[in-house]
């Protein structure tokens, strides 16, 4: 039997069978990973955050300069250097859960959710409250449950209704309908309503496409006009928005000069760092970094970052022709409907569209825990919609989405 030479030192050690084998094995996972995934969307989500990185770049010193003080003054940068470290922790996060088997990525946005859950019961409790709302959680770093609980509240309505293909008879709509209606109190008493409508969004998303007949359908909508009227006559938050929306207040005042700071820079822009209306935003990083784009780049680049986001539920919704397992559909078009939806809110309120919701723009603001949670969901699309391309599939038809009625 042969045997490895003994190692002289100072030599090069030759690599053992064992270390000959880790590096295949890892070799031929990152081979498999990197066949199966969606390399289109991959690169749709990068290209979001690469515009995010120039864009916080422009947006850092007009929030930097507002938040600084005579005691501490903040470098113009100061946000730009914290988004990229954030970006690289995002990206980290998002291509670990991308590796996941699609069963471990629907059981960990299952454990996800619930321990969200556990942590929005405890915000009201012993929450930080900023800007006049509790929604964070302090544990060492400032946690905002309600953020990782978007992705996770996808996969797990998914998973409910997916229930139905064993058993028609099975409840899933009330069951969903609990849970959103739960995940709405909590939401509220920080107070969110902008997160609440974002996830009413998606629940009604997922319940339609899961077979919901029409006159439910009717029913639904009817009792979310409804809930709207009586959260704009008992819940202030939400008359305050909306009487912001129709015009005066600071909240009013603060969309109308996004607008025209987004409007300024005309069609080609100011140039990178020479935009001046945004330094009147209150949260140029944020909440109105669409605005910033739309000065220092134009209105073309604004374009630009619309039709990405076009591209990328498109490209998830095509990917999903063809699929033939409930819960897939289901999950993916609930994590697509989430990104697509807090985007296209976000550039609403710029354009002073859409009521203020106090909402970033995905993959693009400066964000701490917002943008690991995003990346996090991204990274749960890429598993759940990861494809062996050598195995055909039949369409899930439109016939048996019928016979789960």
């Known amino acids: 039997m042969a045997s490895n030479p003994p190692y002289v030192p100072g030599s090069i050690r030759p690599a053992t069978g064992t270390s000959l084998q880790l590096r295949r094995g890892r070799r031929a996972e990152f081979g498999v990973w990197w066949r199966e995934i969606d390399r289109v969307l991959l690169a749709l989500v990068l290209t979001l955050m690469a515009i995010g990185t120039v864009a916080v770049a422009a947006a850092s010193p007009a929030s930097a300069r507002r938040l600084s003080t005579a005691a501490v003054k903040l470098d113009d940068l100061h946000f730009f250097v914290l988004h ?100 709405a109190v909590l939401l509220m008493a920080q107070p969110d309503f902008g997160s609440t409508i974002l996830f009413a969004g998606v629940w009604f998303v997922l319940v339609l496409l899961s077979g919901l007949p029409v006159k439910r359908i009717a029913a639904a909508g009817a009792a979310g006009l409804v809930g709207i009227a009586a959260a704009y006559m008992f819940y202030e938050n939400a008359r305050h928005r909306i009487d912001a929306f129709l015009g005066g207040g600071t909240a009013f005042d603060q969309v109308d000069l996004a607008e025209r700071t987004l409007l300024s820079g005309g069609w080609t822009g100011t140039g990178l760092w020479l935009g001046t209306r945004k330094l009147g935003l209150p949260e140029a990083h944020t909440d109105y970094i669409f605005s910033v784009i739309g000065e220092e780049f134009g209105l073309l680049v604004c374009a630009v970052v619309v039709l990405v986001y076009l591209a990328l539920i498109m490209r998830v919704l095509l990917r999903l022709v063809d699929e033939d397992d409930l819960f897939t559909v289901l999950a993916a078009t609930g994590l697509v409907a989430q990104l697509g939806g807090q985007a296209f809110i976000n550039i609403l309120v710029n354009l002073q569209l859409f009521p203020s919701k106090g909402m970033t723009l995905p993959l693009i603001s400066y964000g701490g825990s917002s943008t690991i949670a995003l990346c996090l969901g991204v990274g749960f699309l890429l598993a759940i919609t990861r494809r062996n391309p050598f195995i055909k599939r039949d369409p899930f038809t439109l016939r048996e989405l019928e016979a789960l009625k």
Do not use: H
């Open 84 to 183: 990229v470290r954030w970006q690289i922790l995002g990206l980290i996060t998002m291509i670990g859960a991308s590796f996941l088997p699609k069963d471990l990525a629907r059981r960990a946005g299952i454990l996800l959710g619930s321990a969200m859950l556990v942590a929005l019961l405890l915000v009201p409790v012993i929450g930080t409250e900023v800007n006049g709302a509790r929604r964070w959680l302090n544990l060492g770093i400032s946690l905002q449950p309600s953020e990782f609980l978007k992705p996770a509240f996808a996969i797990g309505l998914a998973w409910i209704l997916s229930w139905r293909v064993r058993d028609p008879k099975l409840p899933v709509v009330a069951v969903t309908t609990g849970v959103m209606g739960l995940v």
